[in-house]
């Protein structure tokens, strides 16, 4: 049998278990403090999460990487890394970030969030409050592609509409971070969907258009869902909410344009552009605080950039030493068909998230390995990013520890497990996409198996 069949990309490598272990002491290090940090313990005011940075837990990897396979000069394997960091979709991605946190910045001191979520509470009527919240997170996160950001500014909403109408607190705060995770999944400018695409080397619009057909029904039942319990609840009347339409038109601009499949380039741009404008015209922006509000939020976005470029070097170093080889082996040895190889996928993302509480870096870790594995078992590209990106977000909605649901219990003076039963869309979401798995039309058995169907 050829190198080939073994390994679609024909390197020929041998699987080598030992070269996982940057991996696995990066998930000691920055599972273990975390958990230690989180509920053995805890430190006061700091989610135990992020005692430890990320970046810091990388880069010792990075250096464990550095120390296997001594045959491999110093040099020869910073040329590794130089090649794995200077692959077009890693540069692309950095590019994205950079423009994608400076549209963020701006927006924010705009205040075209608070405008748009205001502008929509006054428009739904008091007793389809929680519902609307739904939609309301949905299209704010899809318009700002952070679930973190549209968390941080609804669920101080949710509370107040919980308070004044007397529903269900969890439930309120569970619904925003719903409609938030949707949206990360789904917005153009998301990191998690930037990460997920520019590794698989698929257009933004191919991979919505895969991950559409599985987050809408979803969302659809949820918001039935939610609909039969304020249709079941008492009337609510809700307070005026202030707002400002020109500061909502930049993200509607933005949402309709990213829908139209336009480039994320030029989607960034046009919003930036549009929020100097209207900020400068209703008098929320001045020439100062825009161009500091956009270096803010490229600033910060530098964590998740050099997490990036580490885990480039790492990802890099691993398939060289055999590594990801060693991953194939195991799901070659229990995933015989393409059903199989992407439930490999989708397990491989979710227990890097599970590892990591950072969905964009649970992505980062897992693409390179999905990327093979989608080649063998012939499992189109952007199917590929849909299951990393769909995956990472589901359980980066629903963990306990994640950042998504520590500040929203944060906001709300709730804990964060007692939120986990009213999470309706992320765990309809999981099953949807094990059902899109399991009746996926075309089986196709791996080369290494024993031939193709197609």
């Known amino acids: 049998m ?11 490598k041998k699987p080598n278990p030992k070269a996982l272990t940057p991996i ?17 313990h805890p430190q006061d005011g700091q989610m135990g999460f992020y005692v430890m940075s990320v970046v810091v837990a990388f880069g010792l990897a990075l250096i464990v990487a550095f120390l296997q396979n001594p045959s491999l000069s110093f040099d020869e394997k910073i040329h590794i890394c130089a090649k794995g960091i200077g692959d077009d979709n890693i540069t692309i991605m950095l590019f994205i970030f950079l423009m994608a946190g400076a549209f ?4 924010q001191e705009a205040g075209g969030v608070e405008s748009t979520a205001n502008m929509l509470l006054n428009i739904i009527p008091g007793r389809f409050a929680i519902p ?19 968390i941080t500014v609804l669920v101080p909403i949710a509370a107040s509409v919980a ?28 990191d998690t969907t930037i990460a997920a695409t520019k590794t698989q080397g698929v257009a933004m619009k191919d991979k919505f258009r895969t991950n559409i057909k599985i987050a809408l029904p979803a969302a659809l039942i949820t918001l039935g869902i939610l609909l039969g319990i304020a249709l079941s609840g008492g009337p609510a009347r809700l307070g005026d909410y202030p707002f400002n339409i020109g500061l909502a038109i930049p993200y509607f601009a933005v949402l309709i344009m990213a829908l139209l499949g336009t480039n994320v380039f030029v989607v960034l741009g046009v919003g930036i552009i549009l929020f100097l ?4 015209l209703c008098g929320s922006l001045t020439f100062a605080s825009a161009f500091s509000s956009m270096g803010s939020g490229t600033t910060g976005m530098f964590e998740t950039m050099i997490v990036t470029i580490l885990v480039a070097s790492i990802s890099a170093l691993m398939e060289e030493y055999g590594g990801f080889e060693a991953i194939l082996a195991f799901i070659r040895k229990f995933s015989h068909s393409r059903r199989g190889g992407m439930m490999g996928i989708a397990f491989l993302t979710a227990l890097m998230d599970i590892a990591t509480a950072n969905n964009t870096v649970a992505i980062v870790v897992a693409a390179p390995i999905a990327r093979t594995v989608s080649a063998e ?19 980066q909605g629903i963990i306990p520890y994640g950042a998504q649901l520590l500040i929203a219990a944060k906001l709300s003076n709730l804990s964060s497990v007692s939120i986990i039963p009213w999470l309706f869309y992320p765990f309809l979401l999981l099953i949807f996409v094990l059902l899109s798995i399991l009746f996926d039309g075309r089986k196709v058995i791996s080369e290494n198996k024993g031939g193709s169907k197609d």
């Open 277 to 280: 404008i209207m900020g400068g």
């Open 132 to 150: 609307g919240l739904f939609v309301i997170s949905c299209l704010i996160s899809m318009a700002m592609g952070t679930s973190v950001g549209t």
């Open 163 to 190: 308070q004044t109408a007397g529903f269900n607190l969890p439930l309120c705060v569970g619904t925003v971070v719903g409609g938030a995770m949707f949206g990360d999944n789904l917005s153009f400018i998301s």
């Open 104 to 107: 963020s910045g701006i927006a």
């Open 377 to 395: 078992y012939r499992i189109p590209p952007q199917k590929t990013a849909s299951l990393l990106d769909t995956c990472s977000c589901i359980f």
């Open 24 to 40: 696995l002491v990066f998930l000691i290090l920055y599972l273990g403090t975390g958990i230690y940090f989180e509920y053995i």
């Open 2 to 12: 050829s190198n080939l069949a073994e390994n679609p990309q024909g390197s020929g």
